[in-house]
C-alpha cells in the first residue's frame, strides 16, 4: 500500500562504529545530547506551528514499549497515504523510535507524503528507552492516531 520507506544507517561508514560505540561529533553525526533533546525541540516546534494558525493541530504519540519497525511503517503508510480511510492533512511527522531488537535510536521524519526512518546514536547505558512522535496536520483525530500507534508495539 504505497512506497517503501527508507531507512538507513546514519553516517555509519566509519570503522569506529562497532557494536557498542557511540556517535562522535564527525559530519553526519548528532551528538548524544542532541538526539536527546529531540523530543524537547519537536514539541517547541509543534507549538510553535500551532501560533500561525488555529486550525492547525499537533498531537504527541509515547510509549515505552519497543515498537515493531515494520508495523511502524505501515502505520506511517497509512497515516499519510490512505485517504479513504482518514481525512487528515498530514503537514509535518518528527519522532524518536525505540525499536525492537535494535541497540540504537531511530528518528521518523515526514514532510507531506514522503517520509524517512534513519538509525542514529546507540541509547546509553541506563537511558530510558521509549518513542516520541509529533503528528503537526489539519483534522487530526488523536483517539484513532493513538490506536494506531498502539498498534505499532512489538509482540
Not at 488555529?54 to 490512505?82: A, C, N, V
Amino acid at each position: 500500500a504505497g512506497a517503501p520507506a527508507a531507512v538507513e544507517e546514519a553516517g555509519c561508514s566509519h570503522l569506529h562504529h562497532g557494536p557498542g560505540s557511540t556517535c562522535s561529533l564527525e559530519v553526519g553525526h548528532r551528538p548524544p545530547s542532541r538526539v536527546r533533546s529531540m523530543t524537547h525541540d519537536m514539541e517547541h516546534s509543534a507549538a510553535a506551528a500551532r501560533l500561525h494558525d488555529g486550525g492547525i493541530q499537533t498531537i504527541t504519540l509515547r510509549t515505552s514499549k519497543p515498537l515493531d519497525l515494520e508495523k511502524f511503517k505501515s502505520f506511517m503508510d497509512r497515516l499519510l497515504w490512505d485517504r479513504e480511510a482518514h481525512p487528515e492533512d498530514i503537514y509535518r511527522v518528527k519522532g524518536l523510535l525505540q525499536l525492537e531488537g535494535e541497540d540504537k535510536k531511530a528518528v521518523v521524519q515526514a514532510v507531506y507524503e514522503l517520509y524517512n526512518i534513519t538509525h542514529t546514536c546507540a541509547w546509553a547505558p541506563g537511558e530510558a528507552r521509549s518513542s516520541t512522535v509529533v503528528v503537526i496536520g489539519r483534522h487530526l483525530k488523536q483517539a484513532l492516531l493513538e490506536t494506531w500507534f498502539n498498534e505499532c508495539v512489538a509482540a
